[in-house]
C-alpha cells in the first residue's frame, strides 16, 4: 500500500516541474526597434515632469511653460499626451523621435520656430539629462 502511494506521487509531480517556465519573451512596448532600451538608466527616479511645473488640464496635464501649449496642439493629433508625460529621454533622443515622428509617422512640420519651441519644451520638461 505504501509502496503505491509514493509511486503515484512521483507520476503526479513529476509534470509540475514542466509548468510555470514561461520566462520573461514579452518584450516592453516599442514602436521604434532596438533603439529604445527600457533598461538604460533613466536618470533621476522622479515619475514624471519636475515638480515645479504644475499640469495644466487645459493642455492634456502637460506641465505649464513656455511651449506647452505649442507642444499640446502639436502632438495630440495622433495620441495623448501620457505618451510624452511618461518619457525621460536625452536631447539627442528627443531630436531622434521628431525625425521618427515626422518622417514615419508623416506628423505635420511645423516652422522652425515653433519646432524649436517645442523641441525646447520637451527637452526641459521630459528630459534624462537634467
Ligand atoms: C502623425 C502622428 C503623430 C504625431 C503628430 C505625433 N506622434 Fe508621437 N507617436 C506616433 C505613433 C504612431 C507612435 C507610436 C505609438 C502609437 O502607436 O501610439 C508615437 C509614439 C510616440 C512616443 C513614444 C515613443 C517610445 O519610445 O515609446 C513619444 C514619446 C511620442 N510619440 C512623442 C510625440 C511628440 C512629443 C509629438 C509632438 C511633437 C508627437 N509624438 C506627435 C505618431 C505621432
Redesign the pocket.
Known amino acids: 500500500m505504501k509502496t503505491t502511494c509514493s509511486f503515484l506521487r512521483a507520476a503526479v509531480c513529476v509534470p509540475i516541474f514542466l509548468v510555470g517556465s514561461s520566462g520573461w519573451a514579452q518584450q516592453g ?4 526597434g532596438a533603439a ?1 532600451n527600457p533598461l538604460a538608466p533613466a536618470g533621476s527616479s522622479t515619475e514624471s515632469s519636475p515638480p515645479s511645473a504644475a499640469p495644466n488640464p487645459e493642455f492634456g496635464d502637460l506641465p505649464d511653460g513656455e511651449g506647452a501649449e505649442e ?1 499640446y496642439y ?2 495630440i ?3 495623448s499626451t501620457a ?2 508625460r511618461q ?1 525621460h529621454l536625452s536631447d539627442a533622443r528627443w531630436d531622434y ?2 525625425t521618427w ?1 515626422v518622417k514615419e ?4 512640420e511645423p516652422d522652425d520656430e515653433t519646432k524649436s519651441t ?1 523641441l525646447a519644451y ?1 527637452k526641459t520638461h521630459f528630459s534624462s539629462e537634467r
Open positions: 512596448y516599442n514602436p521604434m529604445v507642444t502639436q502632438c493629433a495622433c495620441h505618451i510624452i518619457q523621435l521628431w515622428m509617422q508623416g506628423m505635420y517645442i520637451l
